[in-house]
Structures are given as C-alpha cells and as structure tokens.
C-alpha cells in the first residue's frame, strides 16, 4: 500500500493569521476567543481569524495579471479568501512543491470544502434582495401606480388572497403586513404589467450576425440603455433582480476548491467534500484513498468556513450547543456549549515515495488510515455506536490495535456529549491513552476545527510533545475524571509511545476517525 505524507499546511485561525503564529499560540495554555460583536452587546465569545488578504497580494502579482488581485479581493468572500491564503502558506513549506504539483497535471487533485459555506456573502445579499423587492413593491402598490388598488378603494369589496389592512395590525406586527399589502397590490398592478412588457421587450434583443462577440456587446450596453430609459420613464427603483450580484454564484461551496486549482494550476479532478464537522476527516480519507490508488500523486485538501456570524451564533445557540455567559467553556469542565469560530486550513498531501525522491520532506506524522461512519439515528446527539465503528474501521484500516495507540484527540465540544465521547473512547482503548482536547483554545470551526486538531497534533509531535490545553486539572469534570484519568492539562506533556488518534463528530449523525504514527 502506497504511504502518503504532507508535504505542505497552512492555517487562518483566531489569532493565527499563518502556520507559524498557529504553532507558537499552540505553545502556550491561552484561549485565542474573543466577543462577538455581531448582535451589539452580548455575551458571546467566538474565534475570530486573523486574516489579512493582501498580505498574499504579491505572490498573486508575481504569477497573475495586475488586475487579478483586485478581481479577488472584489468578488470573493472570506471562506474563499482564507484558503487561497492557507494554500498559499502550505506551498512555501517545500520550495519547488508549487512546480512539481503543477507538472502532475490531472494527477494533482483539490479537495477544498467547507461546513457551513460563505452564509455573510449570502446573508448580505438576501437582506439586499428584502430592502429591494419592499422598495419594488411598495412602489407599485402606491394608488397612483395602480388603478386596482384605487377601484378597490372606492368599492372595499371582498378579494381573496387579500391580507389585511396594515393599518389595522398591532405595531409589532405592522413591517411584516406592510410588506405583505404591498406585495399583493403589486402583483394586481396593471401599471406593472406595462412595465414589464417593456422590459420583456428589450430583454429580447439578441445577436442576430456579424461578429458574435463584438455583436454581444453591443447588445448587452444597448440593453442597459434601454433599461436606463424604462427606469427614468417610470421613475422606478431598480428590479429586484437588479439587487442580486453575481457574487452570489461565484462563492457556492466548491468556489474555495476552484480557486485554488485556477491559482495553484492545477488541472486535476477538483471539489468540495462536505460533513459538517467532520469534514476535514472525510477529506483526508478521500485523498488517502485517491494516492493509493494511484489516481492522484498529490491531493491538496482543505476546510474553510467564514468569520462568525450571527446567523451560525444564533444558530447553534438554539441548538442549545453553544455558550452564552462571556467565559471561556472548555470541554471536559462544566459542559456549558461550545464557541463558534471561523478560518481554514489547507494540507498538501502526496505519495510518499514520489516526492521524497524529488528531495521533499514529509511534515508532521503519517496519516494511516480514516475511519468514516454514520449514526443514522439523531441529528445533533451524537450515538455511541456510530462512533465506535469508526474507531474499529480506522485501526483495522491501519492494521493497530487498541494498545498501540499512544494520544488521543477528542472532538469535545463543551457539551454533555463529551461524557458519552469519553464512555465510548474507553470501552475501546487503554486507560493509558493520554487525551486532548482543543475547542477551549481556538472554538469551534464546523469545517476547519477538525483540521486545526489534527494540525496541532501533528505539529507537537514533530516537537516530540503534545501541546498545552487551556484546561487546568482542577476544572476536570468529575464524572468524566471518573471515566478517564490521563489528559493533557495547561503544560506541554512529552509525546507518548504509540501512534495518534483523532475523532470528528459531525452535525447529522457522521464520524470520521484518524490515525497517525511518528515519521520513523
């Protein structure tokens, strides 16, 4: 079986603007969390990235046009953004990696997704949209725009469908039946309709000869004249169809993955794996099994997510998964929720003996194997059975058993799901397995966090040590100290005898299990 190892990383994280910052935080017992600032004052603590795009704008302008930079800057969001960055890190990890990737063409595959994809980009765009389409509305509905309206008003004769008058609504409630008035007058307005007969009618030019480029163009700027002339006739706001970028389309989910391929070119099979929170753990297996195979030499994979955002907050609050009191909540303690965060991270991943013999050097430990399950039972309450398969899977895979594991790294995400993670942990291994666990350092990236977990284990172990945690010994919940004695507190411990594992638990029932050993 073909060995796989990295050959390049790079982070965003909170306070962690690059892969080094990200190993010397690590360092410390610190929590990197900070307020959340997203519904005004509240008591939200989250991870914000430390990210600065155009800290990566000379590496774009040494390989694109002067204008591609600006493009990015423009038309991508923040998932998009902080990858190419990661990516861009992970590159300079190996000089000459950039060129070797670029030489495997179709052989060189880019595996970039994200758990929760660009939700600010969308989110502002649809509160564009609303504020249009209510000015749209609004507009059309005015009596003097619309002559049912003004028979309607003279007569008051039962229409169905017709919401009731705003004015009769409690004040509470009166923006939402404002909205809904105008909306149904809109749609009775035979103003509108000539409107939009105009508009069909320009909206119907189309090249018809001569050349087809040159004859687009003059279509699509004789169209926005004509357009021009329709609004000012009118003296009409803009369409609601006018207020939605095409920004919308160029940050989907597979966006971060496309990017990279377009700045990195690299021509081989690219997309966005997506598992919620275990999604990096899927990736990985997903280029594991590519090199194996032989179907790809180098896999670039990665997880990106956005800044936090009231929409996941409030989100994941109502889960009743996160915390809200503005204290840090460390797993394994008082189990009080979680802290959402936001960032990426990006691997490099190759066939071993490919690259070595160019002279590259393997980063980190030896991915072995990546046990992938589902619960198929609840949503958001993790099983005990789905998790314990994929641990089996996952040292079957790498041909371990229980006593050959040295570390393990819990998804524990400040939940009473982390008693239950711990139960299923120990009717598998050893009580000499030494435990970490990091949300209380960096939050909870639903993409990205897996990676970061495994990239601080990774990193510590070439250190020869498993990083500090912010958990002191003394806040250790009992009832899980009853479980399990040895956890990796607030000091740096020596890195164990053994190989190193890594379990993700991800929103919709789906784990994914890793193993890792020490380079030999």
């Known amino acids: ?157 039962p229409l169905p469908g017709l919401p009731p008058d705003p004015t009769t609504v409690e004040e509470n409630d009166r923006d939402v039946a404002e909205e809904a008035w105008w909306h149904f007058w809109a749609g009775q307005s035979s103003e509108l309709r000539e409107y939009l007969a105009e508009q069909k009618e320009i909206e119907g030019l189309g090249v018809e000869s001569g050349n087809v480029e040159a004859a687009k163009l003059a279509v699509i700027k004789e169209k926005r004249t004509r357009n021009q002339r329709l609004q000012k006739k009118w003296g009409a706001p803009e369409p609601p169809w006018n207020a939605v970028p095409a920004e919308i389309l160029w940050n989907i989910h597979n966006m971060p993955a496309s990017q990279i391929s377009i700045m990195g070119k690299l021509t081989g099979m690219s997309f966005a794996p997506v598992a919620a929170c275990s999604s990096f753990g899927y990736g990985l297996k997903l280029a594991l099994d590519a090199i194996r195979r032989g179907d790809a030499k180098a896999v670039v994979l990665g997880m990106t997510d956005p800044p936090p955002h009231p929409l996941v907050v409030g989100g994941f609050y109502n889960a009743r998964v996160v915390s809200a009191d503005g204290a840090v909540s460390k797993p394994l303690t008082q189990l009080r929720g979680t802290h959402v965060a936001g960032g990426s991270v990006v691997w490099i991943l190759g066939d071993l003996e490919h690259f070595t013999a160019q002279g590259f050097k393997p980063l980190g430990m030896e991915p072995l194997s990546v046990g992938v399950t589902s619960d198929a039972d609840h949503i958001i309450t993790p099983s005990k059975e789905g998790p314990t398969v994929a641990i089996h899977e996952a040292l079957g895979q790498a041909g371990l058993s229980p006593a050959d594991m040295g570390s393990w790294d819990l998804h524990a995400t400040a939940t009473p799901g982390d008693y239950l993670e711990m139960e299923t942990l120990r009717a598998v291994l050893p009580e000499t397995v030494l435990v970490t666990a990091r949300k209380g350092t960096f939050g909870h990236g639903m993409g990205a966090g897996g990676g970061w977990e495994l990239t601080a284990q990774y990193l510590g172990y070439a250190r020869g040590q498993v990083f500090p945690t912010p958990l002191s010994e003394g806040e250790l919940n009992k009832e899980i100290g009853r479980v399990h004695e040895r956890y990796v507190f607030d000091s740096p411990v020596a890195s164990p005898q053994g190989c190193a594992g890594k379990l993700s638990m991800g929103v919709g029932g789906i784990n994914a299990c890793v193993i890792s050993r020490p380079w030999r």
């Open 1 to 157: 079986m073909r060995r796989v190892g990295i050959f390049g990383w790079g982070v965003v994280a909170p306070r962690s603007r690059n892969i080094e910052s990200f190993e010397k935080n690590l360092a410390t017992s610190d929590s990197w969390l900070s307020a959340f600032n997203g519904f005004g004052p509240n008591n939200f603590l989250v991870g914000n990235p430390d990210f600065d795009f155009a800290e990566y704008k000379p590496w774009v302008d040494a390989r694109f046009p002067a204008t591609r930079f600006a493009q990015l800057d423009k038309k991508m969001g923040m998932p998009t953004k902080m990858a190419i960055g990661s990516f861009i890190q992970a590159l300079g990890q190996n000089p000459g990696l950039e060129q070797a990737l670029q030489a495997l063409g179709p052989r060189a595959h880019v595996y970039v997704g994200t758990g929760l994809g660009d939700l600010p980009t969308v989110h502002d765009i649809t509160l564009n949209l609303h504020r249009a389409q209510r000015r749209w509305d609004r507009f059309w509905a005015a009596p003097e725009r619309n002559s049912a309206l003004r028979h309607w008003l003279e007569t008051r004769e």
